[in-house]
């Protein structure tokens, strides 16, 4: 029964709750609060374990086990409701230590959902205990005011733009056919913009007509939503929805995944209905048309890291692979690829954290990438380069890590093309 009820959208099914209706309750902080599906999950559990054998999380020394989680969950459903549920029956540093990755609900043989409930629980923490890591203090005022979870000023958003790439801003008289929506890290991180910058380039040599928001550009509000902070993600969501709409935006590429499944997958909810497109699978289009140069092949050793985000919650898998394909001779797979990949650490809005138990997971899942000693690392998120470069640094290490973007040659395509 549960897998014939289970969700089959894309992302993670979250739930929006109606901020102007006194009847929701803001998160769950009670074992009723859930949903009659979310419920069912919780009796469907074989315990088996194999959403344990792949949580990042609870690999690296994390409180985390998705099992007992739901066990715990189940027991408290089916005993006592005295005891409170945030807290005690399960520990916020369970809660938090999750990076909303999807690994366990692949793996799950009757299809519960467990990210949902993480969510609908830290909401509880957030909206109604107002308790959460201090370090989201900072990030959720920054969200508020400056539109980005670093503080960095809102009205700097282009700089990096239009000072020497002369990138056009989105006019809405004379509408390119594509926003390119560049997201926070790729606006305002140093390493970020260098991604952000390999993007237009490549757009530009293709001949694409494209703009940015500019300094209209807001976060799309993942990092609050995935921190339970989902009044903050209501408010971010309106505002760029309304933007769209009043500049008559009908086309997105992005490099950012988790700007993709915002504007895809849970913008329809306030009205904008975007075509929106990550931009490996742009460019696998691009390359296809024979719009970008040839390139001079490598025979360098290079690893696939899958995004989760563009993985595991929107099925793309093959567009980074064939990207790649087109400068890289052999590009190796290790055995947590794809379906199977794991985490770098950076969703649920962990970017923000520090991790202070266990081993940290952008190790963790470098260990695993480095089994052949690749020269480079080729990734498709931001947040993903952020985390392994990190990692590859503190370990002392000399492999790479590079956007699918960065190995797309700048010279010119041929005239013919």
């Not at 985390?64 to 005993?79: C, I, K, Y």
């Not at 020269?375 to 000399?398: F, H, N, Q």
Request: aromatic residues 8%; negative net charge; contains cysteine.
């Amino acid at each position: 029964p549960n897998v014939f009820l289970s969700n089959l959208n894309s992302g993670n099914g979250l739930r929006r709750i109606d901020f102007e209706t006194d009847e929701e309750s803001f998160g769950v902080t009670e074992i009723q609060n859930f949903t009659w599906k979310q419920m069912l999950d919780l009796h469907t559990c074989t315990q088996c374990g194999r959403c344990d054998r792949v949580c990042p999380a609870l690999a690296t020394g994390k409180p985390l086990s998705p099992q007992q989680l739901t066990v715990d969950l189940r027991d408290h459903l089916n005993g006592s409701h005295d005891t409170p549920l945030l807290g005690n029956v399960i520990a916020d540093e369970v809660l938090w230590a999750c990076t909303t990755c999807g690994a366990c609900e692949t793996a799950c043989p009757v299809m519960i959902g467990y990210v949902d409930k993480v969510i609908d629980l830290r909401r509880g923490l957030v909206l109604t205990e107002d308790r959460y890591p201090k370090e989201f203090e900072s990030a959720f005022k920054s969200l508020e005011t400056q539109s980005n979870p670093w503080g960095f000023p809102k009205n700097s958003r282009s700089d990096w733009a239009t000072k020497d790439l002369d990138v056009p801003i989105w006019d809405k008289s004379q509408p390119t056919e594509y926003l390119y929506f560049v997201g926070c890290n790729g606006s305002y991180d140093t390493r970020g913009k260098k991604i952000s910058e390999a993007v237009v380039k490549a757009l530009k040599q293709a001949g694409v007509s494209f703009s940015i928001l500019g300094n209209d550009e807001g976060c799309t509000g993942d990092p609050a939503r995935r921190a339970g902070n989902e009044y903050l993600f209501d408010m971010l969501a309106r505002k760029n929805a309304e933007t769209f709409q009043q500049k008559g935006v009908q086309k997105v590429i992005t490099h950012c995944p988790h700007c993709l499944n915002s504007l895809k997958n849970e913008y329809p909810e306030f009205g904008t209905h975007l075509e929106v497109i990550h931009h490996s699978e742009f460019l696998q289009t691009l390359i296809a048309d024979g719009k970008m140069a040839p390139a001079e092949k490598t025979d360098a050793k290079v690893v696939m890291h899958d995004s989760c985000y563009l993985g595991r919650h929107n099925g793309v898998y093959d567009a980074p692979r064939k990207v790649l394909s087109e400068k890289v001779e052999n590009i190796q797979e290790v055995e947590q690829s794809r379906e199977k990949g794991t985490c770098c650490g950076a969703g649920g809005a962990r970017f923000l954290l520090e991790e202070n138990t266990g081993t940290r997971m952008s190790h963790h899942r470098l260990d695993e990438l480095m089994v052949d000693n690749p020269d480079t690392i080729a990734v498709s998120c931001p947040y993903c380069v952020l985390m392994l470069e990190d990692a590859v640094k503190a370990k002392g290490l000399k492999v790479q890590v590079k956007d699918i973007s960065e190995f797309i040659p700048s010279n010119k395509p041929n005239e013919k093309k």
